[in-house]
């Protein structure tokens, strides 16, 4: 199956030796998911042997995905195959931990699905943690809501408010913990937010949700800036900003909204977007 894969190079004097990301997000996975896309995915990543992957979230698109016997089997199938590439790090989002029901949406706890995962070799999952990599001075740290994700995303609909009560706290604390002489990476599923805080000692944050502001592959690389047609999460949102590609935040640090593995698998999207990925490839300046 074809990819779009999306590419971004950075530059950065904290590193000792270029280094390549490969990330992933909302896959949206459920019994309607195009499963040749896994393995497209798979087959992409052992081709390219990048030092390091990434899923931003919404791994599924509902949370009752995961106490689904064979879904639950093939996604984990799947992370053990990228991690048998390169060591990947996972983070959850508001689909992989809310579940629709009647048309309502409730809080379920995935807690148990993503600690097993942890079992898997090679695979980290973070939920409000730093992982410290053997090499490089680089670490990685993860955001993660929990059971406050319904109050976040479908009470408050990401307000400014709900973000400094249910996430700015969870930020604050990683940060304070982490070598500001070290390349820092926060992994965070919506940039909504985030993108327009500051940040302190991150020198790369890494979204997804935004579902590229529903801009075709084809119109990416020629529309500049990181604004998108729209964006339905909640309400509807016309022209967002940050919701696609990178863009620069305070103390020159970097974000990066990464386009969507699948368009919440409605069928006429499916006909206008590609699965997509990208690439962040890392260069030391020293």
């Known amino acids: 199956m074809d990819l779009y894969l999306k590419k971004h190079l950075i530059y950065n004097d904290k590193i000792n030796k270029d280094f390549t990301i490969f990330t992933l997000s909302d ?7 195009n499963f040749e896309i896994l ?3 798979i ?3 052992n081709s390219s042997k990048p030092h390091s992957i990434f899923i931003l979230g919404d791994l599924v698109n509902d949370a ?11 996604i984990k199938d799947f992370i053990m195959s990228l991690g048998l590439i390169s060591p990947v790090f996972i983070i959850r989002g508001e ?3 809310l579940s629709k029901e009647n048309k309502c949406w409730k809080s379920m706890n995935t807690d148990s699905f993503y600690e097993n995962l942890k079992d898997i070799n090679n695979v980290h999952v973070l939920l409000n943690n730093t992982f410290n990599l053997q090499f490089n001075n680089v670490s990685i740290s993860g955001q993660d809501l929990g059971k406050n994700a319904y109050q976040f995303y479908k009470m408050y609909d990401e307000c400014l ?3 400094f009560y249910y996430v700015s706290s969870d930020i604050r604390k990683m940060e304070s913990a982490i070598d500001p002489n070290n390349f820092n990476m926060l992994l965070i599923h919506s940039p909504i937010n985030p993108f327009n805080r500051e940040f302190i000692n991150y020198s790369l944050v890494l979204s ?3 579902l590229n502001g529903y801009v075709p592959c084809f119109l990416d690389n020629i529309l500049p800036g990181d604004v998108g047609f729209f964006m339905t999460n909640g309400k509807l949102r016309l022209f967002p900003r940050n919701s696609r590609g990178k863009v620069s935040l305070d103390r020159q640090a970097i974000g990066i909204v990464c386009p969507p593995v699948n368009y919440d698998n409605n069928n006429i999207l499916k006909k206008l977007y590609k699965p997509s990925a990208s690439y962040i490839h890392v260069k030391s300046t020293k």
């Open 64 to 74: 009752s995905v995961l106490f689904d016997f064979n879904l639950k089997g093939i």
């Open 39 to 41: 393995k497209s995915l």
């Open 43 to 45: 087959n992409e990543a």
């Open 95 to 97: 689909r992989d931990l």
């Open 161 to 163: 408010e709900a973000y």
């Open 27 to 33: 896959l949206h996975i459920d019994k309607n998911f």
């Open 208 to 210: 997804g949700h935004m």
